[in-house]
T-cell receptor, first 112, second 116 residues
Framework: DQQVKQNSPSLSVQEGRISILNCDYT??????FLWYKKYPAEGPTFLIS?????DKNEDGRFTVFLNKSAKHLSLHIVPSQPGDSAVYFC???????????FGPGTRLSVLP | DAGVIQSPRHEVTEMGQEVTLRCKPI?????LFWYRQTMMRGLELLIY????????DSGMPEDRFSAKMPNASFSTLKIQPSEPRDSAVYFC??????????????FGPGTRLTVT
């Protein structure tokens, strides 16, 4: 039973356009949500996070939106750059930062 | 800081052999996590420690897997005996004591294990 779902295994976007990566979760006990980026042969690196008390968090070109009623979050990358090409993982945890659950990942390709 | 350090980066072994993976967390971090990544199951949490004490090992697949953290700067994940289905990339991650705005984990580069 997948508690964190990323239904799009892959996404291709033109450079300069917006990339939107989606994530759905089923456990209403999750309080904290994170996005990680992973390049080949490297470990995942933290990108941006959001607490359940917020509905938006922005950091430069990256914005995460949270819709608690729909149990849905999304990561927007604007403008997309070729260096953004990577696998993006959505993750969720309780408010104590324990019991991390990762989604299966979405492979983003930004085409020049 | 050098970040989370894992060794070896690659390990190839024969079925039935013992395998030991090593991890040095970031200094000052209170939590240490072991993950396994496979194509079929994605990134799975195996076990995590808080202040060197195992807190949740419910993700450890079988008794063949064991993990220890003898001190704050070192942890091992051991598989004995190893089987081909254990082939995966194993990641170690560490974090500060979780709290508001401090949940992010820092991952090592991973150990790619191949069991033939």
């Amino acid at each position: 039973d997948q508690q964190v779902k990323q239904n799009s295994p892959s996404l291709s976007v033109q450079e300069g356009r917006i990339s939107i990566l989606n994530c759905d979760y089923t456990n209403s006990m999750f309080d904290y949500f994170l996005w990680y980026k992973k390049y080949p042969a490297e470990g995942p690196t933290f990108l941006i996070s959001i607490s359940s008390i917020k509905d938006k968090n922005e950091d430069g070109r990256f914005t995460v939106f949270l819709n608690k009623s729909a149990k849905h979050l999304s990561l927007h990358i604007v403008p997309s750059q070729p260096g953004d090409s990577a696998v993006y993982f959505c993750a969720a945890s309780n408010n104590y930062g324990q019991n991390f659950v990762f989604g299966p990942g979405t492979r983003l390709s930004v085409l020049p | 800081d050098a970040g989370v350090i894992q060794s070896p980066r690659h390990e190839v072994t024969e079925m039935g052999q013992e395998v030991t993976l090593r991890c040095k967390p970031i200094s000052g971090h209170d939590y240490l996590f072991w993950y396994r990544q496979t194509m079929m199951r994605g990134l799975e949490l195996l076990i995590y420690f808080n202040n060197n004490v195992p807190i949740d090992d419910s993700g450890m697949p079988e008794d063949r897997f064991s993990a220890k953290m003898p001190n704050a700067s070192f942890s091992t994940l051991k598989i004995q005996p190893s089987e081909p289905r254990d082939s995966a990339v194993y990641f170690c991650a560490s974090s500060f004591l979780p709290g508001q705005g401090a949940h992010e984990q820092y991952f090592g580069p991973g150990t790619r294990l191949t069991v033939t």
